[in-house]
């Protein structure tokens, strides 16, 4: 990796900045804003349609590029305009029945837990939760019987909690779920773009991603990853509109093949593309490079925390580019202030956006820093130094 000319594409960084919140929304390389600005401006011109049909082959892209990065098919993927779209229309797909069971996890995000309590409120539908094992690992055997007792509609995980720098095992959770012929939905909203993601070996039948956070794309994109499996057996989301099937008759349609059908047919083609972009950046580097990179910088954030008395909260044997921590008697405002005092981008959560982990934890919130590859070893101690310092005020 050339961090020289990482540094350079990215004109976020020339104003002395540590960004250190690509877990919230990252800075975009200058090639993302740069393509949709002059896409706007085409529109601008033109009009949307006109521009739509000019740049066909350019936008078809998105698809080649998100199979090449998740190592599947440019059918199965869908663009989205969040993840949080992505996952709404999956599960919109499956249609769920009163006393159905859905399996996830106790680290799951926020969003998804609201949306099954919804589903639990209007439809009735059974919330568990597997366990996890002492070291803090998902407990498969508990997942295994939960499957045989309950025969679940759906199995979802979150691959990275968003307020914890914890790994779930999503490939042994995939291989429980195959064995099982249950569907399986993986949250990688937190994954995807810092390290590499392989949709095969997780073996998921749905996966979510969003274009903000370590992809570093804009904001209003993501995608959707649909199975084989899924397209052939027909699942579609509820609402469809003409993006997703083909009207045959009068009172009937024939769904489109693809995860296309999983899209509406407006979309912000602007934002389309800027995503494309990014996803292009993230390969030509490498998911891998990527990967090895930021673990280097985590490990020392972490263990720099650790010696200068943070509380680290991260807990877990495999553990991503998320360092939550606090002050050694749970303090949060004297770091936010050293923080912002020093240029410092990053980012709080509280207990209501982590209510089953922090409730174990006992603690109310942490301060999450997400450092990525744009970032160097030497703003990691330069960063450490001023949070050891602000101990000794």
Same mark, same amino acid.
């Given at each position: ?83 949080? &779209? ?246 949060? &405002? ?6 912002? &005092? ?36 030497? &703003? ?14």
């Amino acid at each position: 990796m050339d961090i020289y000319q990482i540094r350079k594409d990215t004109r976020g960084l020339s104003d002395g900045k540590i960004f250190l919140n690509n877990a919230g929304s990252s800075l975009m390389p200058d090639v993302v804003v740069d393509s949709m600005a002059d896409y706007l401006h085409q529109e601008e011109q033109f009009g949307g349609y006109e521009v739509a049909g000019r740049n066909a082959e350019l936008l078809e892209q998105f698809y080649t590029e998100t199979a090449k990065l998740i190592n599947c098919q440019p059918r199965n993927v869908a663009f989205m305009t969040s993840a949080t &779209e992505a996952f709404a229309k999956a599960l919109s797909s499956i249609i769920f029945q009163e006393g159905d069971c859905i399996i996830t996890t106790v680290d799951d995000y926020i969003s998804n837990q609201i949306t099954f309590i919804s589903l639990q409120k209007k439809l009735n539908v059974k919330i568990i939760r597997m366990k996890n094992l002492s070291d803090h690992e998902l407990d498969l055997e508990d997942l295994e019987n939960l499957i045989r007792t309950y025969r679940p509609k759906l199995v979802s995980v979150t691959h990275i909690p968003t307020n914890s720098g914890l790994v779930q095992n999503i490939e042994g959770v995939g291989k429980v779920c195959r064995k099982h012929h249950v569907l399986y939905l993986v949250d990688a909203c937190q994954s995807v773009g810092q390290m590499a993601v392989d949709v095969e070996k997780i073996g998921c039948d749905f996966l979510t991603a969003t274009g903000r956070k370590f992809m570093r794309g804009p904001r209003g994109s993501g995608f959707l990853y649909v199975s084989d499996r899924v397209l052939e057996e027909d699942y579609a989301p509820i609402l469809l509109d003409m993006r997703g099937a083909n009207w045959s008759e009068y009172d009937n349609y024939e769904l489109f093949t693809t995860a296309k059908r999983f899209e509406h047919w407006e979309i912000s083609y602007a934002a389309l593309l800027g995503f494309t972009k990014a996803i292009q950046y993230a390969n030509r580097i490498g998911l891998q490079n990527i990967e090895s990179y930021n673990k280097n910088l985590s490990v020392t954030l972490r263990q720099n925390l650790r010696n200068s008395g943070f509380q680290v909260w991260d807990l877990g044997n495999h553990l991503s580019s998320i360092i939550t921590f606090c002050g050694p008697d749970g303090d949060l &405002e004297k770091i936010q202030k050293f923080l912002r &005092e020093h240029n410092i981008f990053f980012s709080v959560t509280y207990k209501n956006s982590a209510l089953i982990d922090f409730t174990h934890k006992n603690i109310s919130g942490i301060v999450r820093l997400s450092p990525h590859y744009f970032n160097t070893l030497e &703003e990691i101690e330069k960063v450490s130094l001023i949070l050891k310092n602000s101990l000794l005020q």
